[in-house]
C-alpha cells in the first residue's frame, strides 16, 4: 500500500479576531489578521495544524502588509 504523507504552508484568515482589525495607514481600509501555519497532510489534503509560522495584518484593498512580531 503507497500513503502520500508530508507538510504543507496556507495562508488562514483568522476570523476569531474580528475585533483586532485595524485601519490601513495609507488607504483607511479595513486590515485582516492573517496566520500562515504549516499543516501536515495525507494525500495532499491538509490534515491539521502543525505550527504556526507568522502572523500579520493585511489590506484587503492595497495589500499593504504589517507584521507582528512574536
Known amino acids: 500500500m503507497l500513503f502520500i504523507i508530508g507538510t ?3 495562508n488562514v484568515k483568522n476570523t476569531l479576531a474580528n475585533k483586532k482589525d485595524k ?3 495609507f488607504c483607511s481600509e479595513k486590515m485582516h489578521l ?3 501555519k504549516q499543516y ?3 494525500f495532499f489534503i491538509p490534515l491539521f ?3 504556526n509560522i507568522d502572523s500579520y495584518y493585511l489590506c ?3 495589500n499593504y502588509r504589517i507584521n507582528i512580531t512574536n
Open 8 to 10: 504543507s504552508v496556507k
Open 49 to 51: 495544524s502543525i505550527k
Open 60 to 62: 484587503s484593498n492595497c
Open 34 to 36: 492573517i496566520d500562515t
Open 40 to 42: 501536515f497532510s495525507a
Open 23 to 25: 485601519s490601513c495607514p
